[in-house]
């Protein structure tokens, strides 16, 4: 297959992970016999200083002709001055937009051999898989905000439409894996999580017989995560309450440098990341954690190229690199340390054995 895809390495780390997932990209390419053609755009503090926007019209445009975008990270101290007018993350949220991003998966897995690297008992860890997912383009942060000397206000609103699309993303991820969906609000005190309710239960009834339902409030999900994570298939929330679920489900896993995400919209262009940022105290050093990268490349073979056997194919081989020990800083628990590029080529060898 041919597919084109926009790579937008950002700042800090950026570059140095997108560099290795796009040599994961190609040794996927030569092993199926694919071909996948890679442009660099600018996005985030790069393209501030290259252009005066974070996100420039060439950009936007490229993107939004491609099969694909894989994004590095964006931000850092040089354009975080309180009067910046204009933002590195204002890129992100823009480009989220303008693509129609509405669902933010975040899968949660465990290796084996870091167990050790979370805050959580290996015992209580054992067997976690999960898939958050977000809703990421409607709900409170995008509601009208009024501000007086003494009051402040936002707006919550959903529409039917919009918990319906991202519960049906949800769904079809939950029939293709263990069954069971749980759905998250607050619907004891909520308008907006009552509207959230009764759609999901309509939609599942209706198009989902086959997956098993349960509603929980957000206060007692927050909780169950850290309590019973590996009782948890697919969760499906809205924007804010999956902003805060999913950086606490992020850590059950120990290291921001393993997990990648994906923001879907209502056809096949996606956007993947690493669900970590820029770190700029790392930056150009050779010490980033390429793996959450290349797992985005895994999600984007999946979800955008529709190509599972490559997706797989990816996902054991950053699996059995770690496995055989290739761990860069942040996993090393003490072991050899690999650089940046020592675990890119290690993934590309497994891949091209
Ligand atoms: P961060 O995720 O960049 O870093 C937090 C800590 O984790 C740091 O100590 C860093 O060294 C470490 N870390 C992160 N990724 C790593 C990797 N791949 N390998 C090894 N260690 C890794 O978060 P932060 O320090 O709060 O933010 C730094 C900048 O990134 C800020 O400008 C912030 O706005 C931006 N940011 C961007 C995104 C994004 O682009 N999606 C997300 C979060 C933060």
């Not at 084996?112 to 409170?140: H, N, Y």
């Not at 599972?308 to 770690?322: L, N, P, R, Y």
């Amino acid at each position: 297959m041919r597919a084109k895809i926009v790579v937008l390495p950002g700042d800090g780390i950026g570059p140095e992970v997108t560099e290795q997932a796009v040599r994961v990209l190609q040794a996927v390419a030569k092993k199926f016999g694919h071909q996948f053609e890679t442009e660099e755009q600018l996005i985030g503090g790069a393209a501030i200083d290259a252009t005066g926007s974070a996100l420039p019209k060439q950009t936007e445009t490229a993107c939004k002709q491609a099969d694909a975008v894989l994004l590095g990270a964006v931000g850092g101290p040089k354009w975080s001055a309180p009067e910046a007018k204009v933002r590195p993350e204002q890129g992100l949220l823009a480009i989220r937009k303008s693509l129609g991003l509405f669902a933010n998966l975040r899968p949660v897995t465990l290796h084996p051999a870091l167990m050790d690297a979370s805050t959580i008992k290996p015992e209580v860890l054992k067997g976690t898989d999960i898939m958050v997912v977000r809703e990421l383009t409607g709900g409170i942060y995008f509601g009208e905000k009024t501000r007086t000397e003494t009051t402040a206000s936002d707006l919550c609103s959903y529409s039917v439409n919009e918990i319906e699309r991202v519960t049906r993303v949800a769904a079809q991820l939950a029939r293709q894996r263990r069954k069971q969906l749980v759905s998250v609000d607050k619907a004891n005190v909520l308008e907006t999580s009552r509207l959230w309710r009764s759609t999901v239960e309509k939609l599942m009834k209706s198009e989902f017989p086959d997956i098993q339902v349960e509603h929980m409030l957000v206060d007692s999900a927050a909780m169950h995560l850290i309590r019973r994570p590996s009782s948890f298939d697919v969760m499906v929330t809205e924007n804010m309450f999956g902003d805060i679920l999913t950086d606490e489900a992020s850590m059950l896993a120990g290291s921001l440098g393993l997990l990648p995400s994906a923001s879907l919209g209502a056809g096949t262009l996606g956007l993947y990341e690493p669900i970590h940022g820029s770190a700029p105290d790392i930056a150009g050093k050779g010490l980033a954690n390429p793996y959450a990268t290349i797992l985005s490349v895994a999600m984007l073979v999946r979800h955008s190229l529709k190509l599972e056997t490559e997706a797989q194919a990816i996902e054991s081989a950053v699996s059995s690199a770690i496995s055989e020990g290739v761990r860069t800083a942040d996993i090393s628990a003490g072991g050899p340390v690999a650089s940046t590029s020592e675990a890119g080529s290690a993934v590309v060898a497994r891949l091209s054995q």
